[in-house]
């Protein structure tokens, strides 16, 4: 069974910091493209971050360049979304995604994790 578990979460005052992480299991991730997408209330999901599986290349929407980070450990197929000076907009859940070719910036993939809920007070 195909799994992508997020943890990390949580509330946050603006200007403050999270980390992400999304563990993967049921199959071999390593070379799937891996990131994450994000869904505020009333609002489509829009993709955040993702990371390749054979260059490790990155890539960002706009409006988290510079404040956010993502990274990845294939030996234990892990990503991490590292998330910095965080302000209300950032207020989202946040999904883990993978697939086997790309992870481009429309909400579609292979697989997705449950979500975990990022709120970032005023």
């Known amino acids: 069974q195909v799994q992508l578990i997020e943890s990390g979460g949580g509330l946050v005052p603006t200007g403050g910091s999270l980390r992400l992480s999304c563990a993967a299991s049921?199959?071999?991730?390593?070379?799937?493209?891996m990131g994450w997408f994000r869904q505020a209330p009333g609002k489509e999901r829009e993709f955040v971050a993702a990371i390749s599986g054979n260059t490790g290349r990155t890539s960002y929407a706009d409006s988290v360049k510079g404040r956010f980070t993502i990274s990845r450990t294939n030996a234990k197929i892990t990503v991490y979304l590292q998330m910095n000076n965080l302000n209300p907009e950032d207020t989202a859940v946040y999904y883990c995604a993978a697939d086997r070719t790309n992870l481009g910036h429309q909400p579609s993939a292979d697989y997705w994790g449950q979500g975990t809920q990022v709120t970032v007070s005023s």
């Open positions: 049921g199959r071999t991730f390593r070379s799937y493209a």
